[in-house]
């Protein structure tokens, strides 16, 4: 935003809420979308009244009460500037209302997670409150705004669901925010639950090995993101436990999770000088890519290659053939995610910091199997 443009500010009379605080409040929702940045000069008291037609003792106020949150400071000869976001002191302010609304964050509008804010869903509207869902994009910088800007909402609680999975440690917004639940992050123990995504790989490679596979793909997202590293880890296990090797070849890394990436690794697998006859593909989008791959290719599934996934989204059950896969209990995750949240917001203690939820195989027809 432009410091010498007016500020898309807007007032309104009849609104309960005083002047000053609606000022207030835009000012730092602008700041906490990044529309102000630090060091931004805002507009002069006088020049900020005449340009809302009010008195200038209501912008001086609304200008202290954000210097008091921390978002701006006024110097002599410089005006007042925007600072860093203050991620406690934004949580604090008037922090002794609760809104009755929890923020929940999602990577992309997957039907994966179509199961789990059903969950989040009914436990929040059972306890009378209401979610307001953000879409990261599996973008760092747009979880980290999403967070500023609930925070700025007076959110009571926020959930994340894998949009912390590129991250090694709790983001510094966080520490001084309102209660937050990480799920499926496997890289944090506290306020966390998780599915078993090393039991998912183990459970969908150790099928594959079953039917009397040797050799193994692993179709995978980034395994810098911590929860499909997990899978990963499980993908390994289940080699070693039946002393088969792992070819470093064969373990193809997308650049993201999309069917898209599934497809284009489903081609990177048939370009191998000998390709494995199975594949473990670490989500069932991708799996729907990498199927497309191979019949386009005139392989035959599960007769040239057998392909076993994780997740058994509804795509899954439908696919030609059903796709073998991994059951991660989502709508599960998201019931457990709201009772921990509920139980911080009422500040009792966790009975369990971490929970894990157990994985189990779904057989249907990809693998080699008639059922």
């Given at each position: 935003m432009n410091p010498s443009s007016p500020l898309p500010l807007h007032i309104d009379p009849q609104s309960n809420l005083p002047i000053f605080a609606q000022i207030r409040q835009q000012i730092t929702w602008l700041i906490a979308s990044g529309k102000l940045k630090p060091g931004d000069r805002l507009p002069t008291i006088r020049d900020l009244a005449d340009q809302l037609g009010i008195h200038m003792h209501t912008v001086?106020?609304?200008?202290?009460?954000?210097?008091?949150?921390?978002?701006?400071?006024?110097?002599?000869?410089?005006?007042?500037?925007?600072?860093?976001?203050?991620?406690?002191?934004?949580a604090s302010a008037e922090s002794a209302s609760p809104s009755h609304t929890i923020g929940v964050l999602i990577p992309n509008i997957y039907s994966f997670y179509d199961p789990f804010l059903s969950g989040v869903a009914e436990v929040a509207r059972r306890m009378g409150y209401m979610t307001i869902v953000c879409i990261t994009r599996d973008n760092e910088e747009l979880t980290l705004q999403s967070i500023r800007q609930l925070i700025a909402k007076k959110v009571d609680g926020i959930?994340?669901?894998?949009?912390?999975?590129?991250?090694?440690?709790?983001?510094?917004?966080?520490?001084?925010?309102?209660?937050?639940?990480?799920?499926?992050?496997?890289?944090?123990?506290?306020?966390?639950?998780?599915?078993?995504l090393d039991n998912a790989g183990f459970l969908g490679t150790s099928h594959l090995i079953e039917h009397g596979h040797k050799r193994i793909a692993f179709i995978t997202a980034p395994l810098t993101w911590h929860n499909?590293?997990?899978?990963?880890?499980?993908?390994?296990?289940?080699?070693?436990?039946?002393?088969?090797?792992l070819e470093p070849d064969s373990v193809i890394q997308t650049l993201a999770y999309s069917l898209e990436d599934g497809y284009r690794a489903g081609l990177q697998l048939l370009g191998l000088n000998k390709p494995p006859k199975a594949v473990f593909v670490s989500g069932d989008l991708m799996a729907a890519g990498v199927v497309r791959a191979?019949?386009?290719?005139?392989?035959?599934?599960?007769?040239?290659?057998?392909?076993?996934?994780?997740?058994?989204?509804?795509?899954?059950?439908?696919?030609?053939?059903?796709?073998?896969?991994v059951n991660l209990p989502t709508y599960r995750m998201g019931v457990e995610a709201v009772n921990m949240l509920m139980r911080l917001i009422s500040k009792k203690r966790l009975?369990?910091?971490?929970?894990?939820?157990?994985?189990?195989?779904?057989?249907?027809?990809?693998?080699?199997?008639?059922?």
């Open positions: 001086r106020q609304a200008y202290h009460a954000l210097e008091d949150d921390g978002l701006a400071e006024t110097r002599p000869s410089r005006g007042t500037r925007v600072k860093p976001y203050n991620g406690k002191k934004a959930v994340s669901a894998s949009t912390m999975s590129k991250f090694d440690e709790p983001p510094a917004v966080l520490s001084a925010g309102p209660p937050f639940i990480f799920a499926d992050s496997p890289q944090f123990q506290a306020n966390s639950i998780l599915f078993d499909f590293n997990d899978a990963y880890k499980g993908y390994q296990r289940a080699l070693t436990a039946s002393n088969l090797d191979l019949k386009e290719s005139g392989k035959r599934i599960p007769q040239d290659v057998a392909v076993v996934s994780k997740d058994n989204i509804e795509l899954a059950a439908l696919m030609d053939p059903p796709l073998t896969t009975e369990k910091k971490r929970v894990v939820l157990e994985s189990e195989l779904v057989v249907r027809r990809s693998c080699g199997c008639n059922s």
